[in-house]
């Protein structure tokens, strides 16, 4: 909405109506309208158009998208190759995810502290929790022109940042008493995402009575960090005088199944991650998975696309196909 009310007021500053700035950019009223209202994003090429038409920088024009803060933990972010979304008038960054084929979705590279942007698509929705399905949603909106980022962490860790004005959602999990609990202290939206189960998953290779043998703490565990709500499920079920066992630890769902079946441990995690995989799955907790946005964001072009995109069945099927999803309500408001 920022962008679009800037680019309104420099357009009638300088005494030029719509269909003028239209044609000085080769664009559509239409489009230039869309801006305008926040409907619509302008990708960075369009954006470097509308800028020069009107007598500004692309820092003038958006709110000076040289400065940004990592989405996590606030501060500037680390040199290298990064994501990038804008909460408000922030811009927020996070280190581009690593696949078999190489970097994904680079939009910027920071060198020095200072962020330059590379991509087409303009920043927008940031969503932080553990949920993988968040992939999706950011790859369909990418797709469309759409700027969105996933933030790979745990619960507590991104509502951290949403409460701190870094992410306009946190996808939260665990058990329907406590997050209705935790939810009375916070004023965020709730739409309902999924129901999953949480535990430990091995492969083949492991002996019978691994389950029993990892909750003693006589084998190692792939685990997650202490702020992860499936961490605090793994030591209620520990039987441990310390209540905790040997093992390294995983910064998501998917990277402790995958690095429990290369190194021949059980790995904390859940069922979707160990069914996508082929790995046996041995349940402790079911868990609801919410999606918690903040109000402040609203009417925000991006995070509107996404919630139609989570109550459309094409997404619902994409999840149906990994397995280990309860998609019952998927997208409907928690009262």
């Known amino acids: 909405m920022e ?4 680019i309104r007021n420099q357009r009638e500053h300088l005494g030029l109506s719509q269909s003028e700035l239209a044609a000085s950019t080769g664009m559509s009223r239409q489009s230039i309208g869309a801006i305008e209202s926040g409907t619509n994003l302008p990708r960075v090429d369009v954006a470097i158009a509308i800028a020069g038409a009107l007598g500004l920088s692309v820092n003038d024009l958006f709110g000076g998208p040289n ?3 990592d989405a996590l933990t606030g501060m500037t972010p680390t040199d290298g190759n990064v994501r990038v979304g804008r909460v408000g008038e922030q811009l927020v960054a996070s280190p581009v995810r690593r696949s078999s084929s190489g970097y994904e979705s680079i939009d910027a590279v920071v060198a020095n502290g200072h962020l330059e942007l590379i991509s087409k698509v303009m920043p927008g929705l940031v969503v932080a929790g553990c949920e993988p399905g968040l992939a999706i949603i950011e790859q369909s ?6 700027g969105a980022m996933w933030v790979a962490t745990s619960t507590d860790a991104a509502l951290e ?13 665990g058990n329907k008493r406590d997050l209705d609990r935790l ?3 916070k004023r965020l939206q709730r739409i309902h995402f999924a129901t999953w189960r949480v535990g430990l998953s091995a492969g083949d290779g492991i002996a019978t ?6 909750l003693r703490g006589e084998m190692p565990v792939v685990q997650r960090e202490d702020g992860a709500t499936i961490q605090r499920v793994f030591k209620e079920f520990l039987e441990t005088d310390s209540k905790s066992a040997p093992g390294p630890v995983a910064a998501t769902h998917l990277e402790a199944a995958n690095r429990g079946l290369w190194a021949g441990i059980p790995a904390l995690t859940f069922e979707p991650a160990a069914t996508s995989i082929g790995l046996d799955f041995h349940p402790l907790a079911t ?4 999606l918690w946005i903040s109000p402040d964001f609203d009417d925000d072009p991006a995070l509107v696309a996404a919630l139609n ?9 994409s999840l149906e196909a990994i397995g280990g999803y309860d998609l019952e309500h998927i997208g409907t408001r928690v009262a």
Do not use: K, M, N
Request: glycine share 10%; proline share 0%.
């Open 183 to 185: 939810a009375r202290a």
């Open 209 to 214: 009575g691994w389950q029993r043998r990892a």
């Open 67 to 69: 400065q940004a803060v």
């Open 161 to 173: 940042a949403v409460d701190s004005g870094r992410a306009h959602a946190a996808a939260v999990h």
């Open 3 to 6: 962008v679009g009310r800037r």
């Open 287 to 290: 868990h609801v998975v919410e």
């Open 141 to 146: 909106l990418r797709e469309s022109g759409v």
């Open 309 to 317: 995109l989570v109550s459309g069945r094409r997404f619902a099927r």
